[in-house]
């Protein structure tokens, strides 16, 4: 039973690491190109903590499955991203819409940095670091694994985000024709 309860807790640790390098990715990422970031929400479930650190909002969750970076209501417009309270957003290309996509991949680009750091630290970690250590650092690299395949295009990914912005700005440098 402490088996069990030891591998889940590893796993567990190993989620909420990968879930923080995805977002913290997509923060750096907007921070990076000076699109201004509301809120970040991490992990699902019932709420652990709610406060606001350095101006931004931040709700904790107690499982790290799914998070996500809010960005200030004007900044988001200007990037491109439109009806964005109503549920289903679409996107518009526009003159600094080009940030929206490296937003977009950062998480997922982000996820494949922390697989290299767990890689790393199991090589080094060798065989005493105990079964614990291990079950981290396994888990740490299949769910940063996961965390990079969210840059598939499946509903509400950041693959799907991306797709929607390389389209929109296909159609916008798409010549018109002189009928």
């Known amino acids: 039973m402490l088996s069990i309860v030891m591998t889940s807790l590893a796993a ?7 879930l923080l390098f995805h977002e913290l990715g997509h923060a750096a990422a907007a921070e990076a190109v000076g699109v201004r970031i509301w809120g ?3 992990g699902i479930g019932p709420t652990i903590w709610r406060g606001t650190i350095e101006g931004r909002r931040l709700q904790i969750g107690a499982f790290p499955f799914l998070g996500g970076v809010t960005l200030l209501d004007e900044d988001a417009d200007s990037i491109g991203y439109r009806d964005i309270m109503s549920g ?11 940030r929206a996509p490296i937003i977009s991949v950062a998480g ?3 996820n494949i940095v922390g697989m290299l750091i767990f890689l790393t630290a199991l090589q080094f970690a060798g065989g005493g670091a105990g079964d614990f250590v291990h079950n981290v650092l396994y888990f740490g690299l299949i769910t940063n694994l996961a965390g990079y395949l969210n840059l598939l295009p499946c509903s509400r990914s950041d693959g799907h985000h991306l797709i929607a912005q390389l389209h929109a700005a296909r159609v916008s440098v798409r010549p018109s024709s002189g009928r």
């Open 12 to 18: 567990w640790i190993a989620c909420w690491i990968a």
């Open 40 to 42: 970040l929400q991490l």
């Open 108 to 110: 997922g680009l982000s």
């Open 88 to 98: 289903r957003w679409r996107f518009e290309w526009g003159p600094d819409a080009w």
